[in-house]
């Protein structure tokens, strides 16, 4: 017995010393690196997902989100947030390479990082909302009179009628004051980028306890935030970052393909794409190639316009005007040609129910796209009312006219060559082996003929 527990201790050490080595290797701990480049969308709040669960599931130290962007979408914007004040990994929130700015959304995800830091010569701010049609008017511009300027003052620098610009701009300032809140920062500032589109460089963000250091890379950013206390998930957690080695977490397919086919513009031209493939497979069956990419443009489209915050009026606007287009096509109108552009266009206008910096309707885009689309139609009707008036080819009416050659004949009954065919044959008149006969109607697979002189002379008396 005794032997037995000296064995088994002993084959603890060995286990414990063979073993120690890979734990102590795989308990190494690193900083990964992403990095939000362009304007924030759906692609940006699934690339930072993404790196969330990674730095979770490796047990990272902390995640540097590296950002540069002019803003987007406030849906993405606040995904993010919530996936940060979320995350058990420490989020470092930087604004970099030199020269590049987190303005708009930006701002307000910067305010959401557990640590803020900018690279020298970068800027932020500018965080007001944007309403459709353009920027809302500021405070301190240029107003009719006195009185206009005193109730613009009362509704925070928004017209006294435009309720709606005062509710979002309300909102966007009690988020980034909670957010100011919950890290520490100048609520104040923030209140006025949102209301008065503030920007400042990086220097004056330190100066105004915007951000919490400056940082010229990711070295010294580890650097400077090595020993600092942060609030994770509702815990204090000190941060062991100095010298630690740094992966970058690269997007996948999936992600830059997101961000190529939620361009609004992109999307509403693969849904043309698809249509018209799908319209050309149905009018030309067996092509296959126009039906296959066809449908994937257009699930692609319908999975992009899925993520945008797009107003389904106008998408329904949209498609009513690409079905007067097709019915145009097939039954030349002109009206259901017009009204297909139209509704085409004003659904464009409708599509987005807000607009953010990268997500806007292009009408450099829709323009050419509605021109082309009606193009089509008329090009597509013209040769279908110009085969109206074509002499039919195919069937029974084709036959009519045809000259045929007699191979034998008995009474009003006989067989003749027509169209290279043998046929059964009928006249109403006699007819001889030799004579020279043309098709008058056919029935039953039977061929009624008549002299070709006599038709002749018919039509000349």
């Known amino acids: 017995m005794t032997f037995a527990r000296v064995a088994l201790l002993a084959a603890a050490f060995v286990a414990v010393a063979v073993f120690s080595p890979f734990s102590s290797a795989g308990s190494e701990r690193v900083a990964l690196s992403v990095a939000i480049d362009g304007a924030i969308g759906p692609a940006s709040s699934r690339q930072l997902e993404e790196a969330l669960d990674a730095a979770a599931k490796r ?4 995640l540097i989100l590296q950002l540069d962007t002019p803003g987007g979408l406030v849906t993405s914007m606040r995904e993010m947030i919530a996936d940060i004040l979320a995350s058990p990994v420490p989020v470092i929130g930087y604004v970099a390479p030199a020269g590049g700015h987190a303005a708009s959304a930006g701002t307000y995800i910067l305010y959401a990082t557990h640590v803020a830091a900018m690279a020298p010569g970068t800027n932020l701010g500018a965080a007001t909302p944007v309403e459709i049609g353009g920027l809302p008017s500021l405070p301190g511009g240029e107003k009719d009179d006195q009185k206009d300027k005193s109730d613009q003052k009362s509704q925070g620098g928004r017209p006294a009628g435009d309720a709606m610009m005062a509710k979002v701009t309300n909102d966007a300032v009690a988020l980034i004051r909670s957010l100011a809140e919950l890290r520490g920062r100048n609520g104040d500032w923030g209140e006025k980028a949102v209301r008065e589109a503030a920007s400042l460089s990086a220097n004056a963000a330190l100066q105004e306890h915007v951000i919490d250091f400056v940082a010229r890379d990711t070295t010294e950013l580890l650097q400077l935030a090595d020993g600092r206390t942060v609030d994770v998930a509702g815990k204090k957690v000190v941060l062991a970052t100095k010298g630690l080695p740094v992966e970058t977490l690269e997007p996948g397919w999936f992600i830059r393909l997101l961000g190529v ?36 443009c257009l699930v692609l489209g319908l999975y992009a316009l899925d993520l945008l915050p797009i107003n389904y009026t106008g998408l329904a606007l949209m498609l009513l005007g690409l079905a007067f287009l097709v019915i145009e096509a097939f039954n030349p109108t002109v009206v259901l040609g ?8 004003f659904g464009a206008a409708m599509l987005l129910r807000v607009e953010g910096p990268g997500f806007a309707m292009s009408w450099a885009v829709i323009g050419p796209a509605a021109a082309l689309t009606l193009g089509l139609a008329l090009l597509t009707g013209t040769y279908v009312w110009a085969a109206r008036k074509n002499p039919p080819r195919v069937g029974g009416e084709a036959m009519r006219g045809q000259p045929a050659e007699i191979l034998d004949w008995q009474g009003t009954e006989g067989h003749v060559l027509a169209l290279g065919e043998r046929w059964r044959g009928k006249a109403d008149e006699p007819i001889a082996a030799g004579d020279s006969v043309e098709v008058t109607d056919i029935s039953d697979l039977v061929l009624t003929v008549r002299k070709r002189d006599a038709a002749r002379n018919g039509a000349t008396q």
């Open 59 to 62: 047990d990272a130290s902390v």
């Open 261 to 296: 086919v939620t361009d609004p513009n992109v999307a509403v031209i693969l849904m043309l794409v698809g249509v018209y493939g799908i319209v050309f497979e149905f009018t030309s069956p067996g092509a296959v190639a126009p039906g296959v990419i066809g449908t994937l």
């Open 338 to 345: 017009l009204g297909g552009v139209a509704a085409f266009l």
